[in-house]
């Protein structure tokens, strides 16, 4: 026998580089399976192994045997098909198994080292069964430490092509179809490289060269084909999860009941606007619409009328955006839209409101229903003019809004800092006092409340005050209101209640204590029993507790408020109705209220004469008698109004003579009252100086 062997002699360079094609195509595609399988749940995760795996051990496969068939060692060749058939199940087995192992839950080293060990020795495994099933004219012999480096590197390389898919660095599908090239082919041409023929003694030079490259070109183009589909398979799942996505985006950005962009849209194009408008040194308009009355729609024609109302109006707003390429609608939720548009001059915007007001205010047919007119409120801003950013546009453009609802003589505002920012501020009071109470900058005063006769004092009116970290002493003119509109006042005049009565319960002598309600606390169902539960807590006596309500608080819900007035009187606690004579309801008041006590208001002894005043007092104090009610007259600042109401008969008495509204602690220390247990906690959390409070503060 002569050894012929040379790895490279008469190689066909054509099938050699077709080899080359294959396995980079099919590395390619494996890796992007991988990354696909290690991403999908449940089913999906096995098809895409499967996938992988065929992908992984056709490429393996083909790469070798078309490589084998452009190398001719001198004798002619054939194959044992049954073996060649076992060297290509070995690959797609071994690779389904070191996918398997390595694609398993969250990354991990020694997972992908035990899958690229299983899928390198598939490598090689199928290189020499491969190998094997040659049938030649001689017989092959091995440089087994060639072979034991051949396994080694197939194996290093398909444990680092899994490492760098499982990684988190940049482009892992491609790192990890490079390192499978680089481990096949190393496999490959090492193992050639161990492999030497030797030829039988006389046996001739053979080559079969065209019929190889027509069996190499034919396992090439199945091979291509089966990568093919799986490509073509990836691709399509690529697109569909792409075409997916931006359903799943659409959705997420657009309003479930309109179709119209939602508020996440909307703050992605308005911060593009406004990129834009800053690259370009133009304007950009947002406006705020509201329906108005939509409540009502809602509580009278139901919830769905409401969402067909907005609807029609989306469809209104979303068509005038898609005439016009520089405008934008979105909804930003309940009956809230906004509109956007790009500014080319000083008409754009009010030319675009007004197109806006008659498009989107017309009648709105409702089947058999009556047909409804929308009422709607525009608030408008403008970027950079008006707001530095999208934030303080869109802050201002409420404001504007905020005037427009509030005037029934305009829907249409232009934000304007003058009068808007007194709505800011407000709004910011607002804040500020939710916290107000926890943060202990409220507390209590107390206005002394004196017989005519003797000026013997009878009681205490308790008068809430607010001291602002920053703004400091705030008038209750300014901040009860507030607290009326956004219904703080329940929690803080409970907190006054609760107060007052606690101090008042440790008084020596026991002086009575009257209390300030507003509307919204007696429109509460169940404020009867709140009064009840300060009453048991306290400890005070419900004779000593008076509670004080202005006409316009008890004619809002009249019906409301008599039942809870009733029940108060039940409990033993007394009503005074404030500020008589400022309304345009008392005697109707005092028929229909069980009242004790009439308050007459100021405004009875300012700018007008003496003897008219009196007859005006006289004719109250009558009132009075007639139902049983006494008379205290407020605001006393001077001798002369007492000495008209000494001569008028009138019973007590209130107002800066007898005393300005003060501290408990000033109270005491002037010896008008002594506290029982004075040696426990303070129950009037902050006390203050009296004079420069109502240096600020009106007495409420």
Known sequence: MNPIHTPWYEQNLLLVGLAAVLCVAGAMATSRFFRRMIVVQDRQRYAWLLLTALASGVTIWCTHFVAMLGYHPGVAISFDWAITGLSLALPIAGSAAGFFIAGRARASRLRSSIGGLVLGLSISAMHYIGMNALQMQGMMEWNWPLIAISVVLAVLGSIAALMAARSSRPHPENRMAALFVAAVVLLHFTGMSAMTVVRDAGVGMTSSAGADTALAVAIAVLSLITIGAGVIGYLIDSQSRTAAMERYRDLA??????????????????????????????RLGLTIIDVDGFKEINDLRGHLVGDEVLRVLARRMGKLALETESVFAARMGGDEFIVLCRIDDDHTLPNLLEELRQSVSRLIHLGADEPLVPRLSMGAAVFPDDAADAEALLSNADLAMYRAKSDSLLDTCFYDPEIDEQTRLRRGLIADLREACDRGEVFLHY???????????????????????QLGLISPAEFIPLAEESRLIVPIGEWVLRTACAEAARWEPPFRLSVNLSAVQLAEADFAETIREVLAETGIAAERLELEVTETAVFSDREQALRTLQEIKELGVSIALDDFGVGYSSLDALRMFPFDRIKLDRSFFIGDTRERTVALVETVLSLGRIFGMS????????????????????????????GRPKSVEEIIDAGELTRAGSDGDELVVRPGDSREAESATADL
């Open 447 to 469: 206005q002394a409340q004196a017989s005519v006769a003797s000026g013997e004092i009878l009681g205490y009116e308790a008068l809430l005050r607010w001291s602002h970290p």
């Open 631 to 658: 008379v205290l007259a407020e605001g006393i600042e001077t001798q002369d109004q007492l000495a008209l109401l000494t001569d008028t008969g009138c019973d007590e008495v209130q107002g800066y003579l007898f």
């Open 253 to 282: 950005m657009s309003d479930g009941l309109t179709g119209l962009p939602n508020r996440a849209h909307l703050n992605e194009r308005l911060a593009q606007e406004i990129a834009q408008a800053q690259e370009l040194h133009t």
